[in-house]
């Protein structure tokens, strides 16, 4: 297309035009920046926050610096572990060590604090380590605890009687699910015993009675040939 200047000049180039696939790039290009600036992202100080809170809430439980730097380096979400200390603690703070030492080693630790709180506090005479075991030993610390509580008071079943019978009841719900494998019959059938060696039957080899030759009669006459 030839474009005329307001002078009445006559311009000798042509309007640029853009590609339908330029065009459809940069619109998708505009959205996505659109987007990107839309979603607000974690500043870094608030992942310093969680390292620093960690660290004091160990120090609070009475936990030694070296290894409250060290459990909060080397934990993903370093303040779910401070706080499974401190909760625990709370129940029996002389026990800080071994505390962070469950905590440290369960996926869920702020479930497992509520574990050991509840079952310590809603039980009698509940040994506070060993209740910490099982807690961490549960893969759902609070519905173990629920168990635990529950059997206690229904029944006459001490505190470490209870966990026992609940960290033992893991795959109570396993003939629920159905399964393609058919049961086996209720009186199976036995195959017959095949004796391993043939039995000795006393056989008699028989002898083979010999033929004896036909021998012609004397009187019988013998044909001529002719």
Same mark, same amino acid.
């Given at each position: 297309?030839?474009?005329?200047?307001?002078?009445?000049?006559?311009?000798?180039?042509?309007?640029?035009?853009?590609?339908?696939?330029?065009?459809?790039?940069?619109?998708?290009?505009?959205?996505?920046?659109?987007?990107?600036?839309?979603?607000?992202?974690?500043?870094?100080?608030?992942?310093?926050?969680?390292?620093?809170?960690?660290?004091?809430?160990?120090?609070?439980?009475?936990?030694?610096?070296?290894? @409250? =730097?060290?459990?909060?380096?080397?934990?993903?979400?370093?303040? +779910?572990?401070?706080?499974?200390?401190?909760?625990?603690?709370?129940?029996?703070? =002389?026990?800080? +060590?071994?505390?962070?030492?469950?905590?440290?080693?369960?996926?869920?630790?702020?479930?497992?604090?509520?574990?050991?709180?509840?079952?310590?506090?809603?039980?009698?005479?509940?040994?506070?380590?060993?209740?910490?075991?099982?807690?961490?030993?549960?893969?759902?610390?609070?519905?173990?605890?629920?168990?635990?509580?529950?059997?206690?008071?229904?029944?006459?079943?001490?505190?470490?009687? @209870?966990?026992? =019978?609940?960290?033992?009841?893991?795959?109570?719900?396993? +003939?629920?699910?159905? =399964?393609?494998?058919?049961?086996?019959?209720?009186?199976?059938?036995?195959?017959?015993?095949?004796?391993?060696?043939?039995?000795?039957?006393?056989?008699?080899?028989?002898?083979?009675?010999?033929?004896?030759?036909?021998?012609?009669? @004397?009187?019988?006459?013998?044909?001529?040939?002719?």
């Amino acid at each position: 297309m030839i474009r005329q200047s307001p002078f009445g000049c006559h311009l000798g180039f042509k309007e640029p035009t853009l590609s339908p696939y330029f065009k459809f790039c940069a619109s998708h290009l505009a959205v996505a920046s659109l987007l990107a600036l839309a979603i607000p992202s974690r500043p870094a100080s608030a992942a310093v926050t969680d390292y620093q809170v960690c660290a004091a809430e160990l120090l609070r439980a009475n936990i030694a610096p070296e290894l @409250a =730097t060290q459990a909060c380096a080397e934990a993903l979400y370093p303040k +779910d572990v401070s706080r499974c200390v401190l909760r625990i603690s709370t129940v029996t703070p =002389t026990i800080s +060590d071994q505390a962070l030492a469950a905590c440290r080693r369960v996926r869920r630790p702020v479930e497992m604090a509520n574990c050991v709180f509840y079952i310590s506090n809603r039980t009698q005479n509940s040994e506070v380590l060993s209740v910490i075991d099982n807690c961490r030993r549960s893969l759902l610390p609070v519905r173990f605890a629920e168990c635990v509580i529950g059997l206690n008071r229904a029944t006459d079943l001490s505190s470490a009687r @209870a966990m026992e =019978t609940c960290i033992g009841a893991v795959d109570y719900a396993r +003939d629920l699910a159905p =399964t393609l494998v058919p049961p086996p019959p209720p009186n199976p059938t036995l195959p017959p015993n095949v004796p391993e060696t043939i039995p000795d039957l006393n056989l008699t080899p028989v002898t083979p009675t010999p033929l004896t030759p036909i021998v012609p009669d @004397a009187t019988t006459p013998t044909p001529s040939n002719r």
